[in-house]
Protein backbone atom coordinates (compact mmCIF):
# COMPACT_ATOMS: atom_id res chain seq x y z
CA UNK A 1 0.00 0.00 0.00
CA UNK A 2 2.33 2.15 1.13
CA UNK A 3 4.70 1.46 -2.32
CA UNK A 4 1.63 2.27 -4.54
CA UNK A 5 0.77 5.91 -3.12
CA UNK A 6 4.33 6.21 -3.13
CA UNK A 7 4.54 5.55 -6.94
CA UNK A 8 1.41 7.07 -7.73
CA UNK A 9 2.44 10.20 -5.92
CA UNK A 10 5.52 10.54 -7.86
CA UNK A 11 3.71 12.76 -10.97
CA UNK A 12 2.33 14.69 -8.41
CA UNK A 13 5.28 16.19 -6.30
CA UNK A 14 6.64 16.85 -9.85
CA UNK A 15 5.12 20.62 -10.26
CA UNK A 16 2.62 22.59 -8.37
CA UNK A 17 0.88 23.77 -11.33
CA UNK A 18 -2.80 24.15 -11.23
CA UNK A 19 -4.88 21.27 -12.92
CA UNK A 20 -5.95 22.62 -15.98
CA UNK A 21 -2.50 24.04 -17.08
CA UNK A 22 -0.65 21.23 -16.14
CA UNK A 23 2.12 19.37 -18.35
CA UNK A 24 2.04 15.74 -16.25
CA UNK A 25 -0.20 13.10 -17.70
CA UNK A 26 -3.35 13.94 -15.87
CA UNK A 27 -6.92 12.87 -15.84
CA UNK A 28 -9.60 15.38 -16.81
CA UNK A 29 -12.04 16.16 -14.27
CA UNK A 30 -15.09 14.25 -15.43
CA UNK A 31 -12.60 11.28 -15.85
CA UNK A 32 -11.50 11.69 -12.15
CA UNK A 33 -15.09 11.93 -11.51
CA UNK A 34 -15.90 8.91 -12.87
CA UNK A 35 -12.96 7.01 -11.26
CA UNK A 36 -14.38 7.67 -8.15
CA UNK A 37 -17.81 7.76 -8.57
CA UNK A 38 -17.96 11.28 -7.31
CA UNK A 39 -20.72 12.77 -9.27
CA UNK A 40 -20.43 16.05 -6.94
CA UNK A 41 -16.95 17.91 -5.59
CA UNK A 42 -16.92 17.76 -2.04
CA UNK A 43 -14.52 16.24 0.34
CA UNK A 44 -16.12 13.59 2.56
CA UNK A 45 -17.57 11.64 -1.32
CA UNK A 46 -14.06 12.10 -2.88
CA UNK A 47 -12.47 10.69 0.62
CA UNK A 48 -15.10 7.79 1.27
CA UNK A 49 -14.80 6.96 -2.55
CA UNK A 50 -10.88 7.20 -2.92
CA UNK A 51 -10.54 4.97 0.70
CA UNK A 52 -13.05 2.47 -0.40
CA UNK A 53 -11.18 1.77 -3.94
CA UNK A 54 -7.48 1.82 -2.60
CA UNK A 55 -8.28 -0.85 -0.07
CA UNK A 56 -10.42 -3.38 -2.76
CA UNK A 57 -7.71 -2.80 -5.50
CA UNK A 58 -4.88 -3.90 -2.83
CA UNK A 59 -1.91 -6.39 -4.47
CA UNK A 60 -1.99 -8.17 -1.78
CA UNK A 61 -5.93 -9.06 -1.52
CA UNK A 62 -5.70 -9.68 -5.67
CA UNK A 63 -5.80 -6.37 -6.82
CA UNK A 64 -4.56 -4.19 -9.00
CA UNK A 65 -1.77 -1.46 -8.48
CA UNK A 66 -2.82 0.20 -12.28
CA UNK A 67 -6.35 1.05 -10.74
CA UNK A 68 -4.89 1.56 -7.42
CA UNK A 69 -2.59 3.99 -9.20
CA UNK A 70 -5.69 5.36 -11.10
CA UNK A 71 -7.72 6.01 -7.94
CA UNK A 72 -4.86 8.08 -6.49
CA UNK A 73 -4.58 10.09 -9.33
CA UNK A 74 -8.57 10.64 -9.40
CA UNK A 75 -8.57 12.06 -5.82
CA UNK A 76 -5.47 14.13 -6.45
CA UNK A 77 -7.37 15.27 -9.58
CA UNK A 78 -10.38 16.58 -7.46
CA UNK A 79 -8.87 17.57 -4.73
CA UNK A 80 -6.78 19.89 -7.00
CA UNK A 81 -10.13 20.96 -8.51
CA UNK A 82 -11.78 21.96 -4.49
CA UNK A 83 -8.46 23.85 -4.32
CA UNK A 84 -8.69 25.73 -7.82
CA UNK A 85 -12.50 26.59 -6.32
CA UNK A 86 -11.44 27.62 -3.38
CA UNK A 87 -9.08 30.21 -4.18
CA UNK A 88 -11.20 31.76 -7.20
CA UNK A 89 -14.33 31.67 -4.65
CA UNK A 90 -12.23 34.22 -2.08
CA UNK A 91 -10.68 36.20 -4.85
CA UNK A 92 -14.51 37.01 -6.35
CA UNK A 93 -15.50 37.40 -2.71
CA UNK A 94 -12.52 39.86 -2.12
CA UNK A 95 -13.91 41.74 -5.65
CA UNK A 96 -16.57 42.06 -4.72
CA UNK A 97 -15.91 43.97 -1.51
CA UNK A 98 -13.84 46.24 -3.53
CA UNK A 99 -16.09 47.12 -6.34
CA UNK A 100 -18.90 47.36 -3.15
CA UNK A 101 -16.43 50.13 -1.42
CA UNK A 102 -15.25 52.11 -4.42
CA UNK A 103 -19.20 52.47 -5.84
CA UNK A 104 -20.67 55.72 -4.72
CA UNK A 105 -24.14 55.19 -3.14
CA UNK A 106 -26.94 55.25 -6.00
CA UNK A 107 -28.99 58.27 -5.67
CA UNK A 108 -32.80 57.76 -4.94
CA UNK A 109 -35.26 57.58 -8.27
CA UNK A 110 -37.56 60.58 -8.25
CA UNK A 111 -40.61 59.82 -9.57
CA UNK A 112 -41.56 62.19 -12.70
Not at 73 to 82: G, P, Q, Y
Not at 86 to 104: F, H, M
Request: charge should be positive.
Amino acid sequence: MVASQAAAGTWGRAGHQCAAASSLPSLRLWEAQQVLSASKLSRKEIQKSYEHLFKVNNRSIGGSFYLQSKVVRAKERLEEELRIQVSEDRDRAATQKVITWLLPPHPPISNL
